[in-house]
């Protein structure tokens, strides 16, 4: 069964940092762009970034710009969101999906359950 895992949500503090993981199961990710994507109470799911099979990547989120940061280990067969100075608003569920393609531009496939992330004092 092909199918993506995320893990790594969690309750933060404003300013705190989290990372989050999205593990692929049944195929590997080498072969495929994947995007971290979110979706807050009320709101639509917003794309934040994504990277391409050469590690190419490509942001979607201004408000988030200079602080989060995707990456992939195809080694581990794991794409990452690292999260700094995380701010209430960035309170979501966190999901990420795999691309039908090498790059981002196509669309996404195939999506994990999500994650949830929740700043707060």
């Known amino acids: 069964q092909l199918q993506l895992v995320e893990s790594g949500g969690g309750l933060v503090q404003p300013g705190g940092s989290l990372r989050l993981s999205c593990a692929a199961s049944?195929?590997?990710?080498?072969?495929?762009?994947i995007g971290w994507f979110r979706q807050a109470p009320g709101k639509e799911r917003e794309g934040i970034s994504c990277?391409?099979?050469?590690?190419?990547?490509?942001n979607f989120l201004d408000s988030v710009k200079g602080r989060f940061t995707i990456s992939r280990d195809n080694a581990k067969n794991t794409v990452y969101l690292q999260m700094n100075s995380l701010k209430p608003e960035d309170t979501a569920v966190y999901y990420c999906?795999?691309?039908?393609?090498?790059?981002?531009?196509?669309?996404?496939?195939?999506w994990g359950q999500g994650t949830q992330v929740t700043v707060s004092s």
């Open positions: 999906a795999a691309a039908n393609s090498y790059v981002c531009e196509y669309g996404f496939d195939l």
């Open positions: 049944g195929f590997t990710l080498d072969y495929y762009a």
């Open positions: 990277v391409n099979t050469s590690g190419d990547t490509t």
